[in-house]
């Protein structure tokens, strides 16, 4: 009888760490990609670990982990990454990928920005023609982003040319479109984006567009029900080998939508010749 309840002990433990399941607060731009389709499921295959992603705007997503309400933060800001982090609501940020942000806008470019060697000059070229940039306004990673490269450019964006829409990368990129209004996008939801009108991509490639991503484990000291070691099982697991090439194996229309930038991978990856679109 005691070995009986010994093994139904062992198989009851079994059953609930396979039943685990964290949450993961990330971003829209993750999430719409189709990445965590393709690489979650991988995961849970290895460990038996649910993840369960809210997708918001990268702001959005810091408040969530901050408030406990998630186990693990995956988002794209750096600066804000690194004070949920000072701040002591989040411990072990690791890179895991990147991509980059681009400039799209009506195919006839009435402000010319198509050809010019900076996102500082073409900003600047937008502001001066008064022809309306759609900004997501949404205190995404993609809005602090665009919001930084306004302040790098000298450019306070106020007036009827800048509109902001309040919404996410998708919406904004349907009323940006319907107003012939350029907007600042990441590549991979362009890519993705079924409803580009005769808009295009215009301008791409600068050094400052580089998109990274971070994960975070939230601060198990703050918020004692994390589950802590379910959500380092899924960090150590993104940040892997396999996790890495998982990432590196997900293409839209053929194109690399994230670049794996784990530092343990960087070897793995020059001998594989990865070439992301931001290199």
């Not at 499921?41 to 901050?66: D, H």
Request: charge should be negative; charged fraction near 20%.
């Amino acid at each position: 009888m005691k070995r009986l309840m010994s093994a139904l002990a062992i198989l009851c433990m079994a059953a609930s760490a396979a039943a685990e399941t964290i949450t993961l607060a990330s971003t829209t731009s993750t999430q719409n990609s189709g990445l965590y389709d393709e690489i979650l499921p991988l995961f849970k295959a290895e460990t038996g670990i649910t993840v369960n992603v809210v997708a918001v705007g990268t702001g959005q997503a810091i408040r969530i982990a901050r408030n406990g309400d998630a186990d693990v933060l995956l988002v794209h800001h750096r600066p804000s990454e690194d004070a949920f982090v000072a701040d002591g609501h989040g411990i072990d940020r690791r890179d895991v990928m990147y991509n980059d942000f681009v400039l799209v806008g009506p195919a006839d470019d009435p402000a010319g920005i198509a050809g010019v060697s900076s996102v500082r000059e073409a900003l600047h070229l937008i502001e001066k023609s008064g022809v309306i940039f759609a900004s997501r306004g949404d205190d995404s990673g993609t809005h602090k982003k665009e919001q930084e490269l306004w302040a790098e450019a000298g450019i306070s964006p106020v007036g009827d040319w800048y509109r902001e829409t309040g919404s996410g990368m998708g919406a904004t990129l349907n009323t940006g479109i319907a107003m012939g209004a350029y907007v600042l996008t990441d590549r991979g939801t362009w890519i993705t984006f079924g409803n580009r009108g005769e808009h295009r991509m215009l301008l791409s490639g600068d050094p400052s567009l580089f998109n990274p991503y971070g994960v975070i484990l939230v601060n198990p000291e703050r918020h004692p029900h994390i589950k802590s070691d379910a959500g380092i099982a899924f960090m150590d697991w993104i940040v892997s080998d396999t996790g890495q090439q998982a990432i590196a194996a997900f293409e839209i229309e053929g194109q690399l939508a994230f670049c794996p930038n784990a530092p343990s991978y960087q070897e793995a990856r020059a001998r594989s010749k990865i070439i992301c679109p931001a290199d």
